[in-house]
């Protein structure tokens, strides 16, 4: 993304909204074009026809007053579609992490990450990457080995679409991607989303995991050497 990425942060802490405000006030790409304390009232904002600033990326913390994050994340996504959510949360708790892959974010911090680890998250996602805490990877890569399978699916992945996503898992973004396998960006980009489609979800998170849960995907799945 070569525009200024625009950040909307939804958190009802005031000392860490202005910590947040400041750090993301300090990078030239990025800017914060809105703040909120509470889910519905971010909602009710983003509802207005007229918004002149839609965010890319909404930095999103779990326990708010009223409605709560993860109640609320696929409202988010409902109303701004193009919009990527990073959940940014003192919460490591695994059934929350699944919860929150599983309805659409794009990534998962924890509020013990250093400012600069935030701001690298935003850049990474808004790139088209996925920004996961260390702790919280750890807990993904764990939820999908012991996740049960079922049994049968129709779900079928080619050679290449197991290798990208080996490497999508790894955090690897597509021109990471391209170079690591030979192949062109555009390529990635195809596989990427014939990926999304045959899963049935929105990102590469939600596409480990429930590829590992049908069974069409398995964490010591290597990629092959470029073609």
Do not use: W
């Not at 701004?80 to 699944?98: C, G, M």
């Not at 088209?128 to 992945?157: F, R, T």
Request: hydrophobic share 45%; glycine share 6%; charged share 25%.
């Amino acid at each position: 993304m070569d525009e200024v990425t625009k950040v909307m942060l939804v958190e009802d802490h005031p000392k860490y909204r202005r910590v947040v405000e400041m750090a993301i006030n300090a990078e030239p790409t990025i800017t914060l074009v809105s703040m909120f304390g509470a889910a519905e009232i971010a909602l009710r904002h983003l509802s207005d026809a007229d918004l002149p600033d839609l965010p890319h990326i909404i930095l999103l913390d779990l326990n708010l007053p009223g409605m709560s994050g993860l109640d609320a994340l696929t409202q988010f996504l409902a109303v701004v579609p193009e919009a990527k959510i990073i959940v940014l949360t003192q919460s490591n708790a695994e059934a929350d992490i699944e919860k929150a892959i599983q309805s659409g974010a794009s990534g998962y911090l924890l509020k013990s990450s250093t400012i600069q680890q935030i701001v690298e998250g935003i850049h990474t996602v808004a790139n088209g990457g996925a920004s996961l805490d260390d702790e919280v990877a750890s807990h993904l890569l764990k939820m999908v080995q012991n996740h049960p399978k079922k049994v049968e699916s129709d779900v079928v992945l080619s050679t290449r679409e197991r290798e990208i996503l080996t490497l999508l898992s790894q955090g690897l973004l597509k021109k990471e991607i391209a170079n690591e396998l030979g192949i062109s960006y555009g390529s990635v980009a195809t596989y990427i989303r014939r990926l999304y489609e045959k899963l049935d979800v929105q990102n590469a998170p939600a596409a480990i995991d429930k590829a590992h849960r049908i069974g069409v995907f398995k964490h010591t799945d290597e990629p092959r050497s470029a073609e």
